[in-house]
């Protein structure tokens, strides 16, 4: 048998989620749009008429923030450089900036899934103090969670509760990636502050 996680995949192996995220979002049908977009400190657009798929991928040297139908702000979900996020999201026009005085460059593709066709989305960064932080609560559902440790402290996690110390852990520089259905995220950190970057669709 061949290593959990890799492919070609035999009985009784173990996919994680995120690569079974990434396979699904991957299924482009149609409309496929390929795009490399040069990104400032002044927010930019790129459009793909009935998107439902996208793939984003920094490969300039800032991190570039990214958002949907609105202008993009540092508040935002970010990309780091040579990271990528693909996901299935039913949206057309990407909105992206980088802070005061830096550029990047993002490298997109985008097109018509076959799939689930999420409309709503989450985008934010957020401080995480050592007292229980709302990281998201409000009445929109998300079941699709990208959850990053940008911090210089663990993050504790909670989905629907009050986070405390004994919750799941995501260690500094980590990332969780989950599947579940939730209008609440709580977070705390191990001591003074952290910073969580949260990406969900739903």
Do not use: H
Request: aromatic content about 10%; overall charge negative; some cysteine.
């Amino acid at each position: 048998m061949t290593t959990d996680n890799t492919f070609p995949v035999e009985d009784g192996q173990v996919l994680y989620a995120s690569t079974i995220n990434a396979l699904d979002s991957l299924n482009i049908a149609s409309g496929l749009s390929q795009v490399e977009a040069s990104v400032t400190d002044s927010n930019a657009s790129t459009t793909v008429s009935n998107a439902t798929v996208w793939i984003i991928k920094n490969t300039g040297v800032n991190n570039v923030y990214i958002n949907f139908g609105a202008t993009a702000a540092t508040t935002n979900f970010y990309l780091k450089p040579n990271e990528e996020i693909q996901f299935q999201l039913q949206q057309t026009q990407l909105n992206y900036i980088c802070a005061t005085g830096l550029t990047s460059t993002l490298s997109i593709i985008a097109g018509v899934g076959a799939w689930k066709r999420y409309s709503d989305f989450l985008s934010t960064t957020v401080t995480v103090n050592n007292s229980t932080t709302d990281i998201y609560n409000s009445a929109t559902s998300y079941s699709n969670w990208l959850i990053s440790n940008d911090g210089a402290q663990d993050i504790f996690v909670r989905f629907s509760a009050t986070a405390t110390t004994s919750d799941y852990r995501i260690k500094v520089g980590e990332t969780l990636s989950i599947n579940y259905p939730s209008i609440r995220l709580d977070g705390i950190s191990a001591s003074s502050t952290s910073v969580a970057r949260v990406w969900a669709v739903g």
